[in-house]
């Protein structure tokens, strides 16, 4: 964690002040914090050193190991880091070394908490409290909070706090804000804001001391996390009432709770306010940054709002701010979700030429894909094939398995938009081959299914499955269940209560009480089993009754889903649906697999690839 790597690698005061060693020795370890004795030697007369002996070999580095343990934290190599201390303390107990110190085991409880073996931390912090152990400090304590936390393992963390309260841990360590604050942040990043506020008003006096923002900043954090990003204006209006003054992260967290509520006309009048008292007090510390404006982008590509996005990118490139990578990302970003290709296309062409100047700036292949996505929507396969090509030279950093996969798909998809049958077929065999499964209601399936159909189902890597019954230029009425029959569900029930439900059906739609539906809920968004049904849903996606087979199987690929709503209303297309207009019914690909046929005389392997 950010909190304690200062400390690891930062020199203490006693011997900051040492004078410089030869580079055959290091500075001798604290003898208080070791688990050996401490090396001492005199001083050596200046002129060529002699070798040392076997038996005054020079003491390990001790900043080097916790460096390395650092390193390998980030590599989640807990079993190497368990190897290399366990080699240090051999080499101590056998006189070649100095012990390990308390700095070196905060780093490897670090460690522990970041790999997720938070046994094995409270194992180690045993083992450093004990007779035998170098000690523990506030650093120890603040990283078994956490690490509890991260377990759900809250009742053991509270009996710590109220032991560190009553002076009766180990290390006598003080309950300060800081180390409240990194429990009550282990709690928000849970959502668990409950056991936050218990919290709050557990510990409010000591939490108080300073009168700092830095608590009001983690309690909008929480609002935001539990789904309720509004209420973090309270907690502003809680701050002014304090008499404290928000800093910037105060306002950025505002403004992407407002974002997140789809309220951008508030977030802007905070951006204007931030400005404001920016100018008012002379303090450019509150000026926005990159963060604000990415995340008003982010909210200004949610209601495609071109306009506003051009004045936003205009004023980042006029002010003094230092855009890098992710804010380029996020202006290509608002762009392509205001379906302007050619923005986004203008920004990626300004990062790529100051790559030469700039090795930092090189993209990301998130934003590779992003615009291969736009061009293989729109069948321009020439281009999709440029960026393909250029996705893995260009782009910074290792590209994930899944990337390579999509970036396949898209290949695939622009050739099938393009008209070029033959292509796509050639691609999806390549995938095939390459995939031990993949679903339906993946992009690859949904784009599968569309060549098969194009293709008359002739030399197809797919062949057993056929539609006989199907014509793409069929209304999708013709084939659509009754949205009686769906058994749709209320909005208002609770998870828990229909669980069952979602082991049968993938994909169940929701009404209220007038009977108009609203929303759809996947079981894969099923995650919390107290919260109601609503609050897991999606938008529905609706289309008229006239609406042919193939622009609904091209609507579930562009928006993956796997259900789309049939509603009379002529002027209803796609998203843009009433609850005045009744369902009418429903079509899923799991009623387009029903009309498929067996062919049982084909023995191609790739069948068993295909997962319905």
């Known amino acids: 964690m950010m909190l304690i790597r200062p400390r690891f690698l930062s020199p203490s005061p006693a011997s900051s002040r040492l004078e410089p060693l030869p580079p055959t020795l290091s500075a001798p370890p604290e003898p208080s914090r070791t688990f050996s004795s401490s090396y001492s030697s005199s001083a050596r007369p200046p002129g060529r050193q002699p070798r040392p002996s076997p038996n005054e070999r020079p003491l390990p580095n001790l900043r080097r190991l916790t460096a390395r343990i650092v390193d390998l934290t980030r590599r989640k190599q807990l079993t190497q880091i368990m190897a290399e201390v366990e080699a240090s303390k051999r080499r101590a107990r056998s006189g070649r070394g100095s012990g390990i110190n308390i700095i070196v085991m905060n780093a490897v409880l670090e460690a522990c908490v970041s790999c997720g073996d938070v046994d094995l931390a409270v194992q180690l912090f045993e083992e450093m409290r004990g007779p035998m152990g170098c000690g523990v400090d506030g650093v120890s304590y603040g990283i078994l909070l956490k690490g509890l936390g991260i377990a759900r393992r ?241 782009s910074a950093g290792s590209i994930s398995r899944s990337a390579k996969q999509e970036a396949v798909e898209l290949l695939m998809e622009a050739a099938l938009n393009n008209n070029q049958i033959d292509v796509a077929k050639g691609l999806l065999r390549r995938i095939v081959k390459g995939k031990e499964h993949f679903s339906w209601t993946s992009r690859v399936g949904l784009v599968a299914l569309k060549v098969e159909t194009l293709s008359g189902f002739t030399n197809s890597p797919l062949r057993p499955h056929v539609f006989p019954q199907i014509l793409l230029n069929d209304p999708v009425e013709k084939y659509m269940l009754p949205f009686r029959e769906s058994r749709p569900l209320c909005g208002d029930l609770i998870l828990e209560n229909v669980v069952m439900r979602f082991l049968k059906d993938s994909v169940v739609p929701l009404v209220n009480d007038w009977g108009a539906c609203t929303g759809i809920v996947h079981s894969h968004d099923c995650t919390e089993m107290d919260a109601p049904l609503l609050s897991m849903a999606r938008q529905p996606l609706c289309v008229p009754t006239s609406t042919s087979l193939e622009h609904v199987m091209d609507l579930l690929l562009r928006e993956k889903c796997e259900m789309v709503i049939v509603v009379k209303s002529g002027n209803m297309y796609e998203g843009s649906y009433t609850s005045s207009s009744r369902p009418l019914g429903v079509f899923s690909l799991t009623i387009l697999s029903k009309f498929t046929t067996n062919r049982s005389n084909t023995h191609d392997t790739s069948v068993s690839r295909v997962v319905p």
């Not at 849970?190 to 830095?214: C, I, K, P, T």
């Not at 909210?299 to 004023?315: A, F």
């Not at 203008?346 to 990062?351: A, M, N, V």
């Open 154 to 394: 809250i009742d053991e963390a509270f009996e710590i706090l109220e032991s560190i309260e009553k002076d009766t841990s180990v290390g006598c360590p003080r309950l300060s804000p800081h180390l409240i604050c990194g429990f009550l942040n282990t709690l928000i990043e849970a959502g668990d804001m409950r056991r936050a506020n218990a919290l709050v008003a557990r510990f409010r006096q000591v939490l108080y001391e300073g009168q700092s923002v830095l608590l009001y900043n983690l309690l909008m954090k929480g609002y935001i996390k539990s789904n309720f990003p509004l209420g973090a204006l309270t907690v502003k209006d809680e701050i002014l009432r304090q008499g404290l003054k928000p800093d910037r992260l105060t306002y950025n967290t505002i403004i992407f709770a407002c974002v997140k509520s789809a309220e951008i006309e508030k977030a802007f009048q905070f951006l204007k306010d931030m400005k404001e008292e920016a100018k008012r007090d002379d303090n450019p510390e509150l000026l926005p940054d990159a963060v604000t404006y990415t995340t008003l982008l982010k909210g200004l590509g949610n209601i495609q709002d071109l306009y506003s996005v051009l004045k936003i990118v205009v004023e980042m490139k006029s002010s003094l701010i230092l855009i890098d990578r992710t804010a380029y990302t996020a202006m290509a970003d608002a762009f392509l979700a205001c379906g302007s290709i050619d923005g986004a296309l203008c920004i990626f062409g300004e990062l790529i030429k100051q790559v030469g100047t700039n090795k930092d700036l090189r993209p990301k292949p998130h934003l590779y894909l992003s615009i291969m996505r736009a061009f293989a929507t729109i069948g321009d396969f020439d281009m999709v094939k440029r960026l393909y090509k250029r996705m893995w030279p260009d």
